[in-house]
């Protein structure tokens, strides 16, 4: 399972114009083949019209998944450029499809390989991009003499604090990234003198977006 990885939060819809040539790209997060498949379908029925619908996508942990078409482009100049603009972000299960509509110019090779791998970055910049981080949900209950500690040593990690509830005792729970969560157990179990009591729940992915923490189920 990798620690972190990015991937497509919400899709966008970006145009260039080439020597009166419209480059329509159009960017969807997909979990799937079949997800990939069904949105190119339905950006060819959407463009029914247009002269080319070429298309990448990748999908998998380690994008195991990796598939493009020129759809009638010259070989090599469309697909081929556009997955490698994905592969280059290194941006997990994205689909994009940069559809043309001629505009009574030839481009020649390298004008297409120019023009399909411009339309897929600008896709891809008005998309909203994020990082999704592995790790898993901390209880940390305290007495209220040990509190300040675990705040300071919290809040210099960088941890987030979903939740804090005050009884008799305090408890947090916290969101901890896989690579921290050995770390912050010793700094705590040190900082409190074995006095906090914490339980290890759930493993998930999680991200900050537009300032707030959402926890993705996958």
Not at 51 to 58: L, Q, S, V
Not at 126 to 149: A, N, Q, R
């Amino acid at each position: 399972m990798l620690s972190e990885y990015k991937t497509v939060y919400e899709g966008g819809e970006a145009e260039i114009i080439e020597k009166k040539s419209r480059f329509i790209a159009t960017v969807q997060p997909i979990r799937t083949e079949e997800e990939a498949l069904e949105f190119i379908e339905k950006v060819k029925k959407q463009h029914w019209s247009a002269t080319h619908n070429c298309f990448a996508y990748t999908a998998g942990e380690r994008f195991e998944i990796q598939r493009c078409s020129d759809d009638g482009e010259p070989s090599g100049t469309a697909g081929k450029p556009m997955l490698d603009v994905l592969l280059g972000e290194k941006i997990h299960n994205i689909v994009v499809v940069v559809t043309r509509y001629f505009g009574g110019t030839l481009l020649g090779t390298g004008g297409l390989v120019r023009a399909y791998s411009k339309a897929t970055q600008e896709g891809i910049a008005v998309s909203k991009i994020i990082t999704k981080m592995h790790g898993c949900k901390l209880k940390i209950t305290t007495d209220y003499t040990g509190l300040g500690k675990i705040q300071y040593i919290l809040g210099q990690s960088g941890i987030t604090v979903l939740e804090s509830i005050y009884t008799e005792k305090v408890v947090l729970n916290v969101l901890v990234p896989e690579e921290k969560e050995k770390e912050l157990i010793e700094e705590i179990v040190e900082g409190t003198n074995g006095q906090a009591l914490i339980e290890k729940g759930e493993e998930c992915y999680f991200s900050k977006i537009d300032g707030e923490m959402v926890i993705f189920q996958d």
